[in-house]
């Protein structure tokens, strides 16, 4: 039985009711994506339907386009109607819900339970936060009699979709909120201005600007909120009666309640920053301006495109101008941004007195990090012709190459991290500025049998990306936040909370990040071949499109700016790919490929 009728919307948003015809069945748990444009309304449960096909109904109800689920209600009797909370969250099984057969109440009962079955991947909360979860669902739905007509009458609250459907009715967005620094935040200019993308999950369709402001004002998921603050004040919510949209200029008008009204002029500006960039994520035309108003209509603030433009995302990335290597005479190279022809970076770096094997620029690209051939030595220098080498800043003490020092990465506060995997010593090390003394960072997440294996820090400071390996040997990849406390004289630092960012794949093999929110990923699914992903940052897959094919790969770079090409160590040297078209050969010699970052 079939419980949805899909109506095709024409481009310009429009749709119409055919005047004859049948009602089409759709397949909820299997539509193709390319139905993007397709709007689906529940069907009406039917006179003399038998408890499996109510619950049947009632879950292809639940994936229509209906903003409070209107037709589901009408699955269940009016007080369990009053009571289910379809936004408490959404369960995401991989082929769709199965509805089990129904089963008589025991005791002389006379209703009936459908046991709902299906393979969790997902669970998404209440603040719209995604995160892994493989397992098992199984949720009972129990049946009574009401009017004569079968109906449930008792009912997990929350969602249970299909895959297929979580990617049709949901997009992810990215919310912004500024970064807890602490006593680093002195470290550059704006520090207190780091906006931090927090990716969330909305409805498409179901008045997406407005639900994108709300989704903001609820402040921060709770994985990223011991890092990030929010600029509106708590309580902050619209005033009543908005459904918002930009004008015909690109603008946004935002009336608040009087609890986020009632702030000075200088939060004012924050608040219109974080919004305005938060909603040109979602947003398919430009937002030119955010408009914040109080209940009254009154005017409290405004920011320009041009205006919000020093809070930019991603403004601790830098210009990523070059592209950098160790080439196949272990000296420090790069490629200009449009050039196929490397040449040394200047200073001690390009000249190859010391063989290297693994280098870190800078944001600016002004200091080079690089480890050398043997993995022993970490070496910190300028990029200047003057420069020199000087002794190593930190030594390994592993007597195996694979287990001594990581490549470093820098974030955009200039602090640079490493890792040393010395079996009898492992250790995440932080350089404030690039100089400083190596401190040690707890990583109280870590297993007594697991080790870094390599790291990417995001420029904003607060988040890395860790490729650790495992007990087993395995290699898993994992998010961690980094949490700053202390003052700049007893600066406390440590990395909390590690979550899973690829659990689909049973070995990594390498990453790096390539957007606000997004990673690109090397590994292995189970029985698979080799693969390279974009994966979010909350363990979502990207919308991205598919990355095209490419041979053993043991290195990727990615920069945060998503205009740049990928980069890549494969069998065939070092690779870059360019928009719209497929790997191109760079060098045939040469590894680590890096991103200024």
Request: with cysteine.
């Amino acid at each position: 039985m079939v419980q949805l009728t899909a109506l095709a919307l024409l481009l310009t948003g429009c749709a119409s009711m055919p005047d004859d015809g049948t009602v089409d069945h759709v397949d909820s748990s299997h539509r193709a994506d390319s139905d993007s444009q397709v709007r689906v309304f529940g069907v009406s449960p039917q006179k003399g339907e038998k408890p499996q096909q109510i619950v049947r109904g009632f879950l292809e109800a639940t994936t229509s386009d209906e903003a409070a689920f209107s037709t589901a209600k009408k699955y269940l009797t009016g007080k369990t109607a009053a009571k289910w909370d379809p936004f408490a969250s959404t369960s995401v099984v991989s082929e769709g819900p199965s509805p089990g057969n129904a089963r008589r109440d025991t005791g002389g009962g006379h209703g009936f339970t459908v046991q709902v079955t299906g393979t969790r991947v997902a669970q998404v909360d209440d603040r719209h936060s995604y995160s892994p979860d493989a397992g098992d669902y199984s949720e009972g739905f129990h049946l009574t009699k009401d009017r004569g007509e079968w109906r449930i009458d008792r009912v997990p609250d929350g969602l249970v979709l299909g895959e297929s459907d979580f990617q049709r009715i949901y997009r992810p967005i990215n919310n912004y909120y500024y970064a807890e620094l602490g006593a680093d935040s002195a470290a550059i200019t704006g520090g207190k201005d780091v906006l931090v993308a927090d990716p969330v999950y909305l409805r498409r369709r179901i008045d997406p600007v407005t639900a994108t402001v709300k989704a903001l004002l609820d402040g921060p998921t709770a994985w990223i909120d011991p890092v990030v603050q929010s600029s509106f004040p708590k309580g902050a919510a619209l005033a009543r009666g908005q459904h918002l949209s930009l004008d015909d200029s690109g603008a946004l008008s935002v009336r608040l309640n009087s609890k986020g009204a009632r702030v000075s002029e200088g939060r004012c500006v924050r608040m219109a920053s974080q919004m305005l960039h938060t909603v040109q994520d979602q947003a398919s035309a430009k937002v030119t301006k955010v408009v914040l108003a109080g209940p009254d209509g009154e005017t409290r603030c405004e920011r320009t495109r041009e205006q919000a433009e020093d809070y930019e995302p991603g403004r601790l990335n830098g210009r990523a101008s070059h592209q950098y290597f160790v080439d196949g005479d272990h000296r420090v190279s790069s490629f200009d941004e449009d050039s196929d022809d490397p040449r040394p970076v200047e200073g001690a770096l390009g000249k190859g007195e010391t063989e290297m094997g693994a280098v870190a620029v800078n944001r600016a690209e002004q200091e080079g990090a690089a480890v050398s051939r043997a993995g022993r030595s970490l070496y910190v220098t300028r990029l200047t012709e003057d420069s020199e080498l000087g002794e190593p800043v930190l030594t390994s003490k592993a007597k195996r190459e694979n287990d001594r020092l990581t490549a470093p990465s820098w974030d955009g506060l200039g602090d640079l991290w490493i890792a040393d995997r010395d079996p009898d010593d492992p250790r995440l090390l932080r350089l404030a500025g690039g100089k400083e003394k190596p401190e040690e960072v707890d990583v109280p997440g870590l297993g007594k049998d697991e080790r870094i294996e390599s790291l990417r820090i995001a420029s904003d400071g607060v988040r890395m990306a860790l490729h650790i390996r495992q007990k087993d040997g395995s290699r898993t990849l994992k998010l961690g936040r980094v949490q700053r406390a202390g003052t700049a004289a007893d600066p406390q630092v440590r990395i909390t909370a590690l979550r899973p960012l690829a659990p689909q794949f049973e070995d990594v093999a390498a990453m790096s990040w390539a957007g606000g929110s997004r990673l690109v990923v090397v590994g292995r699914e189970s029985g698979s071949v080799q693969q390279m992903q974009y994966i979010e940052t909350d363990g979502s897959a990207s919308n991205q499109p598919t990355l095209p094919g490419i041979n053993d790969v043991t290195g990727v770079a990615a920069s945060e700016d998503e205009s740049k090409p990928l980069l890549a160590d494969s069998e065939d040297g070092i690779v870059r790919l360019p928009p719209d078209a497929n790997w191109k050969t760079l060098t045939d010699s040469g590894t680590s490929p890096a991103y200024p970052g």
